[in-house]
């Protein structure tokens, strides 16, 4: 190794220079804490002491410890220990005999030795004799235990020498069986049944007695005594202070208004409520004002549809009668009839009302279809095949009574009063019928606009109905859902349950089975076990059927739960 001389110390050299602060050694290493100082330790010791050291008060920190070696009280003399006295050493028989010889002086030692019994025989006579000599009073034989538990007398003896007992047990401890009644000896011959002892003691329904209590004799006179008030505070008082029964207004005598009187402007009740601003509802079908003329028509429609069930045998039968005219339908003119004929009196109003709920389409008149679902009881008139037949293969001329008389006296053909699509069947399966539900269709307003529809709206501009929307869409049905979804994944793929389906949830979904399990493609042998665990029983060319069916509908051949039954449906229907 060859050392370098630096030929020029003055010069300063090239390069980085070193710095002179801390280094990373020096960061690292840990330095001993500075030592507390004496006069803060004592301080210390007296708030914060060290675990298992005792704690000083900073005014004794200086004196001497005298305390630790400071002893009191006299010293003990040590003496036999426990383990001595419990487990005492062994003993020879040398020594044995030397404690024998010592308690041998005792009296107490000759008198009961110990490990030996008394012997007391030294202090009695001579002619005492252990086994022979019996002390006291010899006791005579009496009755036996078994004599008194069980005595030889009958049972009458028995409960006759009990009462007896009883009878002194009552006279000496005047004890008595629970609810025996006390006999106290009176004679009662000269006594009626009505007769009342004691003095009858003077009753006033005047309350004078209860006065008499309340108001004591030192209080009569403030009592009676009057009190004089000056009117000017007593009037002041009746202005400043409340008064039970009465609103306190200090400004009853400077405001002259009438007692009814009534502050601000009265506004004109509005002809809308919240419900027709939330369904955009015309103004000429505002409710508001309207629940007397609706409670009258749903009372009006009760009793038409008690009527309809307890008078008629079925529908039919029902719509022929009021079917006047023969029309097969039902005018205004019809229902008036009916009504008065079941004691129903309907003003005109009224009346309108009621053909205006009944009259779904509008055209002045109530099909059957419409008598059915508003003025009956369908579900418990259900339709049979005759009366499939006829309803579906109706002439007008059949529907009038027989009594009646037609224009022209020929029976021209007219379309039948329901056609096959509008019946339903009672239950998946049955014969029996019933006309399909009805309901009133809300009209929308053409000035009805959702918020969406305001946004980038322009007064007197084009409209953003055709418009494209931009942006990434809330439900991602353009994306298929993974098989195993993350917990991280919030995304709806359109699986996820709708607040309709969270606030109303279905019937099937309290078992387990969700939407999603009615519209999965499955099998052939799964639908036909399915079905078949369900309780459905259909024949196999039924089955073949129904499956090609629901096949063809499908784009990729496949069939759900949901759309075999449908096909299934539709082929008992037809």
Not at 79 to 90: R, W, Y
Not at 158 to 167: A, I, L, M, N, P
Not at 274 to 295: F, V
Request: glycine share 6%; aromatic share 8%; proline share 7%.
């Amino acid at each position: 190794m060859t050392l370098v001389k630096d030929r020029f110390p003055n010069i300063p050299t090239a390069g980085k220079r070193i710095p002179l602060g801390d280094r990373v050694k020096t960061c690292l290493e840990v330095l001993p804490r500075p030592i507390t100082p004496p006069v803060v330790k004592k301080f210390l010791n007296t708030s914060r002491p060290k675990p298992g050291a005792i704690r000083v008060f900073y005014g004794k920190a200086n004196d001497p410890d005298i305390a630790s070696t400071k002893v009191h009280g006299v010293i003990t003399t040590t003496s036999e220990t426990s383990g001595s006295l419990i487990n005492p050493a062994p003993k020879t028989r040398f020594q044995q005999r030397l404690q024998q010889a010592d308690e041998a002086g005792y009296a107490s030692h000759r008198r009961a030795p110990l490990g030996k019994s008394h012997d007391q025989s030294t202090g009695l006579p001579n002619w005492f004799n252990n086994n022979l000599t019996t002390f006291g009073v010899k006791s005579p034989n009496g009755n036996h235990a078994q004599d008194l538990i069980n005595p030889p007398k009958t049972s009458e003896q028995v409960e006759r020498d009990f009462r007896e007992g009883h009878q002194y047990y009552v006279r000496s401890h005047n004890a008595y069986f629970v609810g025996e009644h006390v006999d106290r000896s009176y004679n009662w011959t000269h006594c009626g049944r009505d007769t009342k002892f004691g003095v009858a003691t003077p009753h006033h329904n005047d309350g004078r007695n209860v006065s008499k209590a309340l108001r004591w004799p030192c209080d009569k006179q403030k009592n009676h005594s009057a009190l004089i008030v000056s009117k000017q505070c007593d009037d002041f008082r009746e202005r400043t202070q409340p008064q039970i029964g009465k609103v306190h207004d200090p400004i009853a005598d400077t405001l002259k208004v009438p007692a009814n009187h009534t502050f601000g402007i009265l506004l004109r009740p509005d002809d809308f409520d919240a419900r027709d601003l939330i369904h955009g509802i015309p103004p000429s079908c505002y409710r508001r004002g309207k629940d007397r003329q609706e409670t009258l028509v749903s009372v009006a429609r009760q009793h038409l549809k008690k009527a309809n069930y307890c008078n008629f045998r079925s529908l039919l039968h029902a719509f022929r009668h009021y079917d006047k005219k023969g029309q097969g339908k039902i005018d205004k003119e019809d229902l008036q009839a009916m009504c008065r004929q079941f004691n129903l009196d309907l003003s005109g109003p009224a009346l309108d009302s009621l053909m205006d709920y009944c009259d779904v389409d509008k055209d002045g008149h109530i099909s059957f279809l419409e008598f059915a679902n508003f003025l009956n009881w369908k579900d418990k008139m259900p339709i049979g095949k005759l009366e499939q037949t006829l309803l579906t293969k109706e002439r007008k001329v059949s529907t009038a009574p027989a009594n009646m008389q037609r224009e022209g006296g020929q029976a021209s053909e007219a379309e039948p009063l329901l056609k096959p699509e509008d019946l339903v069947p009672v239950e998946l399966g049955s014969w029996l019928k019933t006309p399909k539900t009805l309901n009133h269709t809300r009209s929308v307003s053409d000035q009805f606009a959702t918020s969406s529809s305001q946004i980038g709206a322009v007064v007197g501009g084009a409209s953003t109905a055709n418009v494209p929307t931009h942006g990434v869409p809330t439900v991602r049905v353009d994306l298929a859902a993974p098989r195993i979804k993350r917990i991280s994944d919030r995304t709806n793929y359109g699986d996820q349950a709708t607040a309709y389906d969270l606030l109303y949830p279905p019937l099937h979904s309290l078992w387990g089975a969700h939407e999603e399990h009615f519209f999965s493609p499955r099998s052939k042998d799964e639908i036909s076990a399915i079905f078949r665990s369900a309780g459905v029983d259909v024949s196999e060319q039924a089955f073949e059927e129904a499956w090609r069916l629901a096949s063809q509908r499908h784009p990729a051949g496949e069939v759900c739960v949901e759309g075999f039954r449908n096909a299934l449906t539709e082929i008992q229907t037809n």
